[in-house]
């Protein structure tokens, strides 16, 4: 074993301040070259090392970050060149969302226009054939049916979203005439979320309603948000309108005892709407 010049080092911290220098002795031994190098003097600004690399790795490019949910008020999508076709390209006027038909993944999407013999999702605009909507430039509808073009069996019409549910949100208020009694659920990853309708049952617009679902137990949370409309039961079809989806943190949704006098409140106005007609 052969011993060299001790030879000084410098340690720099993030902030570019030097630690006290030290000396290491190289040495050449049987196995080769080795530096004995004594543990360093230990500083504050040495304890700050591995959360200044924590952060770097955090904001890193790739790093994993919160997937947040786009277009929620339905209003980003494009203004179709020929607006006179009736099928657009789903994602470029309902961008962020997936639309489906039953299990099938739909590429286009209705514009400003319904079938009466199929199901479908689609989009529509103020003045289109739905007439006004309750705010901004377009809604969502779905409708269960018979798929287009091909037919059959009656099946669920849905759309659907994956991101994260924000930190601090209590509840995720929207507007919609679930009122008119359509079969539809709600579901966010698992978990089947119950909508209840904000305001006076007896007072709502002919539209449709504010309703809010409870995500205090499920904030920060990823996974898929879902609504789903299934035929009205002894019929071929049942439709949804949707629009002005949003997070809150200060409106709650009544605990579940309060759902009772909800639900009588829902069953009035499902009750009102169907003797003024259901709407497809």
Known sequence: MEDFEPVTLSLF??????????????????????????????????RLVPLV????????????????????????????????????????VLPGWTAQMGDHVQSQILWNTGFAEYGWVGVHSVGGLWGDLPQGRYSARLTAGPEYPSGGPTVPSSISQLGTIPQHARSLIFRSNLGYGVPTEIRFADQLLTPFLLGDPQ????????????????????GVLSFTTFPVPDEDFGGMDIDSLRFSSTVTVPEPSAYALGGIGLALLTWSQFKRGSPR
């Open 13 to 46: 911290t993030p902030d570019g301040q030097t630690i006290r220098p030290f000396q290491v002795t190289p040495r050449i031994t049987v196995a080769g070259f080795q530096s004995l190098i004594p543990e360093p003097p230990e500083t504050p600004n040495m």
């Open 53 to 92: 690399l924590l952060a770097f790795l955090l904001n890193a490019p790739g790093a994993a970050r919160a997937k947040e949910f786009v277009n929620l008020d339905f209003d980003a999508g494009g203004i179709p060149s020929a607006p006179f076709d009736f099928l657009q390209n789903a994602e470029f």
């Open 203 to 222: 007072h709502q617009p002919n539209w449709g309603g504010e309703w809010a679902v409870d995500v205090s137990k499920i904030a920060g949370r990823e």
